[in-house]
């Protein structure tokens, strides 16, 4: 995600954001920018300098036009709302309010429907942009900026993290926090700002954390914590002792760990403002489609490659079950190689996080010579396969550090839980009610995920008791299927273990050969409506003197007592089982790697971005 740094005090504040802003590098991110005030001459002077790229680029800028002043903000962005470019990097500007923002204005289009109308335009294609503006005229109605900054929290809505400078207060800093992370950093006769903790362990090791809700207004000798209703905050801080690389994984032991904990957080991000307030219709900022074009609609084809081919089956499943459209799942680097029969009025949706995947980028431009319409379905902005297919519903899962995907792979399953309800309802195959249930359901996911993690302690236990094996098979039906390959996946790729995945019914046509004592088998069982046939295939392997390490639904005493290890997750609607079995499967794989002493977030062979045919 986006990275905010902040000071004021009596230093010169720009070396001091900068080396913040160098410091959240690792989390990556496609423009920078700082705005200062100088006041070195006695009068108030700001100015902002911004660039595309890499911090390095906008030092560029800076040495050639150099800033001052001791009060200051800084940002690098990962782009949600516009392409990366100079334009749309931050801060920006309206009159005398600076602003910086991390997070996702839910309700910025109505918000700048209404600027628009009191005959404000704008610079970028941001939503952060209209907050800017939003602020300064409440300055001008309230004229009096915490008040204005109450009234203006209050109106946004969705996840955002502020930082605001005003000209005419320029050493007070005015911070926000909403859904996404804000710090405060505590000095001596100056303070700092951050989003993350690591950009200022340079200069601070005492912080105040702010909660969802507050505000803060934050000058070199006073910092005043408020809620958005303006009450006061009497917040104590914390020393933190961390090192700067166990900061960078915020405590945990490697990224992807801190990653599979992100999930509940990355699946709301995904469907926040997509999924419509009342449950009754699903919406993309970027990606719209008439009921008559959706209903015209012949087939589709979803085109991946490794984790992104694993959410493209479950996205089949959910496609064909809720908007009666056939779906082909295409591996993206055999796809150009065959000869496929494509209808008129037939989509492909290209699956991929970096956007980058040179096979997935072949496939869509094949798909694209063959008259398909081409949509992306992507986490990095601009990518070349966003650019490529110009249509793209991006998922929000912030950059992923970790080589193995995982949150990516989980806002993937939630953009196609989203897309197949879209086109359900514009293709009329469900009812209203129908759709208002389902998305009601699919909004409490991220809780259910949040239970799941809980039980890291104990898959940790099982991992131990398993670790030494050397060979796995992994087994589900329906459903549990691609998830049975994704979890064998992550096995090979962060553990070395040899894993084989089948549907269970498959096993009696011959891979039941190798079933010994010597090959455990993960056994993906949530209870569903196929889950009775696959117990029957499980009571094949496991009496071929198969060990069972099952992952099923809590309750479920049947499967329990056939199996020698038991992961019970929370109850939830059948069909979004792989949301919570992928969570299981994560952390297994996970402890498996760590207790066999691999490289965890950099794995042997792999490389994040496969841009190689
Ligand atoms: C596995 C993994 C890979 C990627 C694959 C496609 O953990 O990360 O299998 O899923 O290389 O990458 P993207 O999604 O970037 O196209």
Redo the contacts with the bound molecule.
């Keep these: 995600m986006c990275g905010i740094v902040g000071y004021v005090g009596e230093r010169q504040a720009l070396p001091i954001v900068l080396s913040g802003l160098k410091r959240l590098e690792y989390r990556g991110y496609d423009s920078a920018g700082v705005a200062a005030f100088d006041q070195s001459n006695g009068t108030v002077h700001l100015k902002i300098k911004r660039a595309e790229g890499r911090l390095d680029n906008l030092l560029k800028v800076l040495k050639e036009d150099p800033i001052k002043g001791t009060s200051s903000i800084g940002h690098t962005r990962w782009a949600t709302h516009g392409r990366p470019s100079e334009k749309n990097a931050h801060p920006h500007r309206y009159k005398d309010v600076v602003i910086v923002h991390n997070g996702i204005i839910e309700n910025y289009i109505s918000l700048r429907e209404e600027l628009v109308k009191h005959g404000h335009t704008f610079l970028s294609e941001t939503d952060t942009e209209i907050v800017a503006h939003l602020l300064q005229r409440a300055i001008d109605q309230e004229k009096d900026f915490e008040k204005a900054c109450q009234k203006v929290v209050n109106k946004l809505k969705g996840a955002f993290a502020l930082a605001v400078l005003w000209a005419k207060a320029p050493n007070k800093l005015f911070v926000a926090k909403q859904h996404c992370p804000m710090v405060l950093g505590l000095g001596k006769d100056e303070q700092f700002i951050a989003s993350d903790i690591p950009a200022l362990l340079d200069y601070t090791k005492d912080f105040i954390f702010l909660e969802d809700g507050e505000m803060a207004f934050v000058e070199p000798t006073k910092v005043v914590v408020k809620k958005f209703d303006g009450e006061i905050v009497r917040r104590k801080s914390h020393r933190v002792d961390w090192s700067l690389a166990a900061a960078e994984k915020e405590g945990f032991d490697h990224f992807m760990l801190k990653e599979i904990y992100e999930q509940p957080r990355v699946l709301r991000d995904t469907f926040r403002g997509r999924i419509q307030s009342k449950f009754d219709g699903v919406q993309f900022e970027t990606f719209k489609m008439s009921d008559a074009e959706a209903k015209k609609l012949k087939s589709l084809f979803l085109l ?7 959410a493209s089956l479950v996205g089949k499943y959910w496609i064909e079950s809720f908007a009666k459209l056939h779906v082909d799942v295409d591996l ?1 680097s055999e796809f150009r190689y065959r000869d496929p029969v494509v209808f008129k009025n037939s989509l492909a949706v290209a ?7 040179a ?2 980028l072949a496939a869509i431009s094949e798909a694209m010579k063959l008259k398909l319409k081409p949509l992306a379905i ?2 990095a902005v601009e990518s070349s ?1 966003a650019r490529k297919t110009k249509s793209v519903i991006y998922t929000h899962a912030g950059p992923e550090i970790s ?4 949150k ?2 989980m806002a ?1 399953l939630g953009v196609l839980a989203l897309f197949s309800v879209y086109l359900a309802s514009k293709r009329g195959t469900q009812n209203k009610k129908w759709v208002s249930k389902i998305l009601t359901d699919l909004a409490e996911v991220p809780e259910k995920i949040s239970e799941v993690l809980k039980l890291n302690d104990h898959i940790r236990n099982i991992a131990k008791k398993y670790k030494d094996y050397r060979q796995y098979f992994y087994l589900g039906r329906g459903l549990s299927f691609p998830m049975a390959l994704e979890g064998a ?2 096995l090979k ?2 553990a070395y273990i040899n894993t084989q995945a089948y549907p269970a019914g498959e096993m009696k046509h011959g891979p039941i050969a190798l079933i010994s004592e010597d090959w455990p088998i993960v056994c993906v069982a949530p209870q569903d409506k196929i889950y009775g046939k696959a117990i029957s295939n499980f009571e094949e392997v496991k009496a071929r003197g198969g060990k069972l390490i099952s992952i099923g639904t809590e309750g479920d005493t049947e499967l329990r007592n056939r199996s020698d290890e038991w992961i019970g997750l929370p109850k939830i609607r059948e069909e979004f089982s792989p949301f919570l079995t992928a969570v299981a499967l994560q952390l297994f794989s996970y402890h498996m790697s760590v207790l066999n002493g691999c490289d965890v977030d950099k794995p042997k062979n ?1 490389a ?3 841009t190689v045919e």
Aim: glycine share 8%.
């Design positions: 991946g490659c490794g984790t992104a081919w694993h993206a699956i991929s996080q970096s956007g980058e995947t096979d997935t992507t986490n396969i080589v193995a995907s995982t990516c792979f993937q996946l992550k790729e962060i792999l994040k971005s496969v």
